[in-house]
């Protein structure tokens, strides 16, 4: 499928909106659906659904809809998910834990390989399969296993060094948990940011709207 | 200060990012800063800054910049952080356990005061000061404390029906971690989700196009 170079913003973002409603149609053995379904529930209208597949190539028909099976693996092939991720985790706090125990992710091909955390005599109930290393094992990790990405999940104030020292091992993607911006860490790093305080503060912007 | 009527979500979203960096500026002792360097921190322009601001009316001074204090205070008040926000989290999992932990909310008003899960023995190492309740005295809980916000860090197949329940009990403003749309459950319901895996693969996709 072709792919036009500057996908925006708005449209990366609905991607994986509209994989996890295909995913589940095919999952309920549904065959076809139309962008009008798909617009209706991702709160968006049927065009703006037709717009945003046509970034990446035509794959529906007209008066037929999309094929679901189709349209889940083109999605998947454009997120990348047809191949698979090693993960590893570093900080062994309660969200790192979370993460490590979301077994949801494996589905899509991300793997949780190794968790590591200063202290790692404090962990308990790490699920099965997953190795808990001490943190200054990481650079005898990097140069033995394959590690497509980071999830960074220590506090703030340890963020930037320990992404530092991923760059320096050669890891540059980032799945960052602590709210500080790693982005400009080094050339190259891409870095996904999930922050929870930004998220309660545009809630609490909407509930003060609202009033 | 005047607010319009329609702010567009990408401002909405920009919002908490400019109140972490002003509100890490005041703690720093600085007392102005220019659009040019709000525009540095956040990857955008200074004419955006400028533009996102006068969607709230004027706050800055042309030569001089904006007061770090006085922009502190409009956008903590705008994001609604001037007021007081109790929160309750349905479900005493990894997650619940992180926000419970999480004391930084505690700056900005967000105040967690009871946990609810269905089998309360099991928690261990909850925060002091926030009670865990055993989730079938959540509507007395509700008719006796005010509750604001409530975090859902449920699994994905009871999210639906804790979201129904606390609709139910006068409760409508949700905080969701759950990887189902909640939005629908009730006329006037606003939904804030965090959606780790969205996140996961949005990460996919930079990733996948970077190579």
Chains 1, 2 share one sequence.
């Not at 889940?72 to 790192?96: P, T």
């Not at 399969?129 to 140069?143: M, P, S």
């Not at 960074?152 to 091992?169: F, G, M, P, S, T």
């Not at 799945?175 to 545009?202: H, Q, R, T, Y």
Request: a neutral charge; hydrophobic letters at 40%.
């Amino acid at each position: 499928m072709a792919k036009k170079c500057t996908i925006s913003e708005a449209v990366i973002k609905r991607l994986p909106r509209y994989y996890r409603y295909i995913k589940q149609l095919e999952r309920d053995g549904v065959k076809r659906v139309s962008s009008s379904e798909l617009a209706k529930n991702l709160g968006v209208t049927a065009s703006q659904v037709r717009q945003d597949f046509s970034n990446f190539g035509e794959f529906g028909q007209q008066g037929y809809g999309y094929s679901v099976g189709k349209l889940r693996s083109e999605i998947a092939s454009i997120l990348g998910l047809d191949q698979q991720h090693n993960i590893i985790i570093i900080g062994c706090g309660n969200i790192g834990k979370a993460l490590a125990r979301y077994i949801g992710f494996a589905d899509d091909g991300f793997f949780v390989r190794a968790m590591f955390d200063v202290d790692p005599t404090v962990i308990q109930k790490v699920p099965e399969g997953v190795e808990v290393l001490n943190v200054n094992r990481l650079a005898e990790y990097i140069n033995t296993h394959p590690v497509d990405i980071a999830a960074i999940c220590v506090q703030k104030e340890y963020a930037k060094d320990v992404a530092e020292n991923l760059v320096r091992l050669g890891v540059k993607h980032f799945w960052n948990f602590a709210p500080v911006d790693l982005s400009g860490v080094a050339e190259g790093v891409i870095c996904e940011n999930i922050n929870m305080s930004d998220s309660l503060f545009v809630l609490s912007y909407r509930i003060n709207e609202q009033q």
